[in-house]
């Protein structure tokens, strides 16, 4: 089967550095992506990884591991603005040619 | 810069009313998608196109059919609305198989 698994809600310190972690069961994996929604907005993407390793684009970083079934966004540096809630999705060419599953999203709250 | 728009931002229907969600990329993209996000649920797929005049269900297809007669745009009918459709309902573009980019999303409510 499928199954996405993200925390629900994380709450950091600005100017901290928070790990939101992803794990995953697909049986045709190819690929895996992160989005960023503000509250009653559309989500935003953010990075993608389909080899094993760190991607690296400014403030965030996402890992993955295909092995483990595990990835992770690492956000640094946190603003305040990054409040909102992070999606997790994985293509799984073994759903419908590769549609994107999501997980429900972990909702990050960045203090003062 | 990729755009999707979607016709409503916000949207209130009456219980058995016939409901049209339109969504329009300027992308040229080939693949278009609709889905709905309600709490604790997550993003689900309702109905996808691969191309003009092709369409393909989702996970959760009951009660909604869909449309696209030109490339760049894909349409969500509600044929008869029902309280439980109400929800966020966003469409979403990709070129191929890559990066799903979204529109603002319609909130829509079924009295």
């Known amino acids: 089967g499928q199954n996405i698994d993200q925390p629900t809600e994380m709450t950091a310190t600005e100017g901290a550095i928070v790990q939101i972690n992803c794990t995953y069961q697909?049986?045709?994996?190819?690929?895996l992506f992160w989005y960023q929604q503000h509250a009653g907005e559309a989500p935003t993407f953010l990075s993608y990884?389909?080899?094993?390793g760190l991607e690296e684009k400014g403030r965030f970083s996402s890992f993955l591991s295909r092995s483990k079934g595990y990835s992770y966004l690492l956000l640094k540096e946190l603003q305040m603005k990054d409040s909102a809630s992070y999606l997790c999705a994985v293509r799984d060419l073994n759903n419908q040619g590769g549609k994107l599953i999501f997980g429900q999203g972990t909702e990050l709250s960045v203090k003062p | 810069d990729v755009k999707v728009t979607q016709s409503s931002r916000y949207l209130v229907k009456r219980t058995g009313e016939k409901v049209f969600l339109e969504c329009v990329q300027d992308?040229?993209?080939?693949?278009m998608f609709w889905y709905r996000q309600d709490p604790g649920l997550g993003l689900r797929l309702i109905y996808f196109s691969y191309d003009v005049k092709m369409k393909e269900k989702g996970d959760i297809p009951e009660g909604y059919s869909v449309s696209r007669e030109k490339k760049e745009r894909f349409s969500l009918i509600l044929e008869s609305a029902s309280t439980n459709q109400t929800s966020m309902y966003l469409c979403?573009?990709?070129?191929?198989?890559?990066?799903?980019?979204f529109g603002p999303g319609t909130r829509l409510t079924v009295l």
């Open positions: 979403a573009s990709s070129l191929l198989e890559n990066t799903q980019y």
């Open positions: 697909t049986s045709g994996f190819n690929g």
């Open positions: 992308m040229d993209h080939e693949n």
């Open positions: 990884n389909v080899l094993d």
